[in-house]
Nanobody, 120 residues
Framework: QVQLVESGGGLVQAGGSLRLSCAAS????????MGWFRQAPGKEREFVAA????????RYADSVKGRFTISRDNAKNTVYLQMNSLKTEDTTLYYC?????????????WGQGTQVTVSS
């Protein structure tokens, strides 16, 4: 079992930055690929970024490429999402997820989410 707790969300002006964190329980954190997703009310959950267990491979949604950076610290069991040049359309609930696969069909573990609000 992996438990995930997100933090770092908040209110920021357009063009600003936020860093989300996701702390994971368990002693095998480096075995898991980690991902960030977001979901606005009434919309489907959208993939944002993912990073492999060792941190050597990453992938991003086109909508955030060049603005967001995913990273991880396996010694701290934590994955991060650095979000720069934020836009109002980035406003939504952000979730982290974990899975043993880098490209799973469905991610196995999910956090509760953290709200990001970008004002104009």
């Amino acid at each position: 079992q992996v438990q995930l707790v997100e933090s770092g969300g908040g209110l920021v002006q357009a063009g600003g930055s936020l860093r989300l964190s996701c702390a994971a329980s368990g002693r095998t954190f480096s075995s898991y690929a980690m991902g960030w997703f977001r979901q606005a009310p009434g919309k489907e959950r959208e993939f944002v970024a993912a990073i492999s267990g060792g941190g050597f491979n990453t992938r991003y949604a086109d909508s955030v490429k060049g603005r967001f950076t995913i990273s991880r610290d396996n010694a701290k069991n934590t994955v991060y999402l650095q979000m720069n040049s934020l836009k109002t359309e980035d406003t939504t609930l952000y979730y982290c997820a974990a899975d043993l696969l880098f490209r799973p069909t469905t991610w196995n573990y999910w956090g509760q989410g953290t709200q990001v609000t970008v004002s104009s």
